[in-house]
């Protein structure tokens, strides 16, 4: 257990002896809950890295399961799941990408940079990555190298929350107009956008009215739960 932000843990889940998980870049895992209930979590890590599974959990207001991880977990402890789930991966394809995380939304977007960086992918590729605070950022240094040794990427900060971005230097607003302002021709580029239900429903309908074609346009909304539900991307 690491803490990356405030209210960003990252998890590191060993696998029993000799067993391994085959899974997609930017694909997730259900947690089992006691009762049943499920939570998803995306893979945070290229699937071509050995070893333990690297989940990034935010702390949810209310969240039955982030709080438990964040109160009450610890070191050791046994959990269950189910995985891989889900269809937001990367397609083949010869066009720019244009990657829009929010807040933990940032997990599969690196599940996915990195194991384009391993398989030699060459495509432009730009993340643009909205937190509502500067410290809700994290692995900062490791999209410092990113940009550094990977000519084909490019990221963009950006923080939402005008009075707790008062000393921040960097871009503020809504990530997806930072976006819709430095491309706002989408034509011939390919999105991939993950965050919030909200951030999701807003950015879609915004970038398929700049050109956008349907077909390359990819999504992958969270769903925070705070009661109970059955609901595959919950907190």
């Given at each position: 257990m690491e803490r990356l932000a405030p209210q960003v843990m990252r998890l590191w889940v060993a696998l029993p002896a000799g067993e391994r998980?085959?899974?997609?870049a930017g694909q997730y895992l259900n947690i089992i809950l006691d009762d049943g209930q499920r939570r998803a979590f995306s893979f945070a890590q290229a699937p071509q890295v050995e070893g333990a599974i690297e989940l990034h959990v935010?702390?949810?207001p209310g969240g039955r399961f982030t709080t438990h991880v964040f109160e009450a977990m610890k070191v050791g402890d046994t959990l269950h799941f189910e995985a891989p789930l889900g269809r937001f991966t990367l397609h083949a394809s010869e066009r720019p990408i244009l990657f829009i995380a929010g807040a933990t939304g940032f997990a599969p977007i690196k599940s996915i940079v990195e194991d384009a960086f391993h398989r030699g992918i060459q495509r432009p590729m730009h993340l643009y990555w909205g937190?509502?605070?500067?410290e809700d950022l994290y692995c900062l240094d490791l999209i410092e190298r990113w940009q550094r040794e990977h000519p084909n990427f490019k990221a963009e900060l950006i923080v939402s929350d005008e009075a707790a971005a008062a000393s921040w230097?960097?871009?503020k607003g809504?990530?997806?107009?930072a976006m819709l302002a430095d491309f706002p021709d989408l034509r011939g580029h390919e999105v991939y956008v993950c965050g919030s239900v909200q951030m999701v429903n807003h950015a879609v309908p915004d970038f398929l009215a700049h050109g956008l074609a349907a077909d390359a346009c990819f999504s992958d909304a969270f769903h925070p739960a705070l009661a109970p539900t059955a609901d595959p991307r919950s907190a």
């Open positions: 998980i085959e899974f997609a935010r702390l949810i937190v509502r605070q500067p230097t960097g871009r809504l990530v997806h107009e």
